[in-house]
């Protein structure tokens, strides 16, 4: 069985210091792909943004006026239309850290869960209704143990 092919794009609104090499997006991603059983190639672009642009996109595509975490955007490709693009995640580098610190865990442990809460939003995972949410974090849980990193929540 092949693992799935990743293909990540990485771009920053901001100094890449502190911030993971692409290498462990890369496998961050493919992990919860792997995770996720998803056997095709894919194709998704991660963005590392400062608290001003988290706080924009959060605002305009939420409603919500603060900086968060993460946010994925899924691709919505037209009907008949088969490409491997999943989408965009926006990472908020501050957020990272600051939550790293707040949880107590290591900033590179939070960063790969963040990079997999993303991946799996853009695969149709959710955690609104409770029910979901349990699918949700229990499968996080299980990519991350594949990759060494202790529950998150």
């Given at each position: 069985m092949t693992e799935p092919t990743a293909t990540v794009h990485l771009s920053y609104g901001l100094s890449r210091a502190g911030v993971p090499a692409p290498v462990s997006f890369r496998r961050w991603v493919e992990a919860a792909l792997a995770g996720?059983?998803?056997?095709?190639?894919?194709?998704?672009?991660?963005?590392?943004?400062g608290t001003r642009e988290g706080r924009t996109l959060n605002r305009t595509y939420r409603d919500k006026d603060y900086a968060t975490n993460v946010l994925s955007f899924p691709t919505d490709l037209p009907a008949g239309v088969r490409?491997?693009?999943?989408?965009?995640?926006?990472?908020?580098?501050?957020?990272?850290?600051?939550?790293?610190?707040?949880?107590?865990?290591?900033?590179?442990?939070?960063?790969?869960?963040?990079?997999?809460?993303?991946?799996?939003h853009l695969?149709?995972?959710?955690?609104?209704?409770?029910?979901?949410?349990?699918r949700m974090e229990a499968l996080e849980t299980r990519i991350l143990k594949?990759?060494?990193?202790?529950n998150p929540y």
């Open positions: 996720a059983r998803r056997r095709q190639a894919a194709e998704l672009s991660i963005r590392i943004v490409l491997p693009l999943l989408g965009d995640i926006a990472i908020c580098a501050p957020v990272v850290r600051r939550e790293a610190t707040e949880q107590g865990k290591p900033a590179a442990d939070h960063w790969a869960h963040l990079t997999v809460h993303g991946v799996l695969l149709g995972y959710d955690h609104i209704v409770e029910a979901e949410a349990v594949g990759l060494g990193i202790s």
